[in-house]
């Protein structure tokens, strides 16, 4: 074990180097077997303890998996982490509107800003696809299909959100194994939280995903549906904070453990 | 823990009294919450290395909890259990005929008997009602339906046989959370092996169980199904042993030991 992660961290530590320096800004999803990922969220101190509530309630979309002190930009928990150069591309708000996307955010850092962690679909996958579980958009090379749904998050304060969703399709014999599966992965997303029907969830057009690509369905196959890191950045819209910072959407935060070390 | 083995074991105790004396022949199902029962075949030692095999090759149907050695009726790994005497009742097979129903099989025991004992799905039903997801046939009172499918088991030697399965509804979402829970349960059949069309599995008509009684399928849920221990009575038919001996559906082998001791 101790040998697996200091091979893992050696790999992760060139591919940090690369995003501090700026010299990597894309998609991160093959770019550390068996390393954690997460969404990033940071918020003003102000939002940060309703923000919080809103993860505490709403943890299959949220799983908070760390929280840094008010203008710390360090993650000491999850490795040897800056946040203002650690992430490969940055989404900026303002007022709740998409202003910027950048590979840094050094210059607009300050001492009122909260950075929240939270887990990703990236390590369940790596899993469905050791189990011969492969989702059907890594098998596509495509982006997992994303659903605005009709189902409300448990709003705080400001925060609120429908619940958005991925969605992998799977026969129902299959499904079975990834619901076991995913189960054991609670701090990235977990196991789904509906399959079958998408018009229970409101979804009108399966082959029409609100984000992502749509993947084909085939015959014996029924759509399984998991909570989806888009919904936090839905929130902070809705709850337009003065200023608020991402990650692009899946250009992740590589941290320095390992995913197994968030199993059950 | 400890406490609460001891407590279960002192009640144990008293339910084993009534049924070595032959004064309880009845359905096993609530009189002892907790304590792990079991499935009961009993078959000639010509048979037992088949039968073994038609297990470890049909888990889900057949999970084995324990096997005795030949002509052994103490099964002391699961407690203070003499298989002669302390099922409430047996069916006895000859030629693969059921020609006799007995609360006790000392006159017919021989030193050429190999009892096989099988964990059941009582365990996980009252895991599942402690979880607020009771089984629908909990719920009305009745027996838990169940179908033989045209999907075959695994055959070894003279064994084989369709899989039969038990059916429990519930919506998708309940349904994910009673996947997660039975996957818990890998010794008492474990998690379903399917949901949905009936069809697939080659059930005419949902209303009309093979065995046990129908269940009311609500609006919004969806039929879920799990290999049962009925598997292995029909493939002892099928195999035409001189005898074979089992317990009568529903009255199971009480043992000393307690289910959470078989949950992963």
Not at 81 to 91: A, E, G, K, L, Q
Not at 105 to 131: H, K, N, R, Y
Request: with cysteine; aromatic share 8%; charged share 25%.
């Amino acid at each position: 074990m101790l040998e697996i992660r200091d091979s893992a961290i050696v790999r992760v530590s060139a591919v940090r180097e690369e995003i501090r320096a700026g010299r990597f800004v894309g998609q991160t999803s093959t770019i550390a077997p068996g390393i954690l990922q997460g969404n990033v969220a940071i918020v003003p101190k102000s939002y940060a303890d309703d923000f919080k509530r809103f993860c505490d309630l709403n943890p299959k979309p949220c799983p908070l998996i760390a929280v840094a002190a008010p203008g710390d930009p360090y993650l000491r928990e999850l490795g040897d982490i800056d946040i203002r150069t650690d992430v490969p591309s940055y989404h900026v708000f303002r007022g709740g509107e998409r202003v910027a996307e950048v590979a840094d955010i050094g210059d607009i850092w300050t001492e009122d800003l909260v950075t929240f962690i939270m887990g990703c679909s990236f390590s369940f996958e790596e899993a469905l696809c050791q189990a011969g579980l492969t989702s059907r958009h890594v098998e596509m090379g495509c982006n997992v299909p994303m659903y605005v749904t009709n189902s409300q998050a448990n709003p705080a304060g400001p925060f609120s959100s429908e619940i958005v969703v991925t969605m992998r399709p799977y026969t129902p014999e299959r499904a079975i194994e990834v619901i076991k599966l995913t189960a054991r992965f609670p701090r990235n997303h977990g196991a789904p939280i509906y399959f079958g029907n998408p018009d229970k969830l409101g979804i009108r057009d399966i082959n029409k995903p609100d984000f992502g690509d749509s993947v084909e369905i085939k015959e014996g196959e029924i759509p399984v549906f998991w909570a989806c890191g888009v919904t936090p950045q839905f929130a902070i819209a809705r709850a337009k904070p003065p200023i608020a910072i991402t990650h692009k959407p899946g250009c992740m935060l590589v941290t320095d453990r390992l995913s197994r070390e968030f199993m059950i």
